[in-house]
């Protein structure tokens, strides 16, 4: 069970007990945005600094909460996140309104990985999700790899049904290819 703290909000949450962090909040997350409140904190990467506002990030995700240190809101923090830029604003981009536009597996994998680095569940399922979608013989080992690596089970087991099913041809020297 992971706790989710938010000292600007006074409480502790269980991720696990809660279905949507959004009705937590009664409605203060999507109120930031309508009401044009300023962004409040800063997520950068090497090449890329993106404004966002700190509630929002910290219910989508407690490690970036973490990393923010918890301070007070009189100054604009900045948590250095370890991702490159692209991945970064779609992420961010995400945690605004749970929306994601993937275009390739590979950009789908690396948002993987930050989704199961910085704690963001509901990023990790919908990319899982989709990488299901995309499961072929070019892609297999990285998919299989990402998901022992991320603790995926589903995306595990829906990889090693699709080498279960594609066995034959996996195996095909004919194909060029060999799983092994």
């Given at each position: 069970?992971?706790?989710?703290a ?106 993987l ?13 919908k ?22 690596t ?23 020297k ?7």
């Open positions: 069970m992971s706790l989710f938010d000292r600007h909000m006074n409480n502790l949450i269980y991720i696990s007990d809660v279905d949507d962090l959004d009705e937590c909040y009664g409605g203060e997350i999507e109120n930031l945005v309508m009401e044009g409140e300023s962004p409040d904190v800063k997520l950068k990467t090497d090449n890329v600094v993106i404004s966002c506002h700190k509630t929002i990030v910290c219910t989508r995700s407690p490690v970036i909460c973490e990393l923010l240190g918890f301070l007070d809101d009189d100054g604009k923090d900045v948590a250095a996140i370890e991702v490159d830029g692209k991945t970064l604003k779609q992420m961010v981009d995400f945690m605004y309104d749970k929306q994601i536009e993937i275009k390739t597996y590979v950009a789908a994998l690396n948002l990985a930050a989704g199961h680095k910085y704690l963001n569940l509901d990023l990790k399922e990319i899982s999700e989709y990488l299901k979608t995309v499961i072929d013989l070019k892609n297999i080992y990285e998919i299989i790899v990402a998901a022992e991320y603790e995926d089970e589903n995306l595990m087991r829906c990889t090693l049904q699709y080498i279960s099913d594609c066995r034959e041809e996996i195996t095909n004919k194909s060029g290819r060999t799983f092994a």
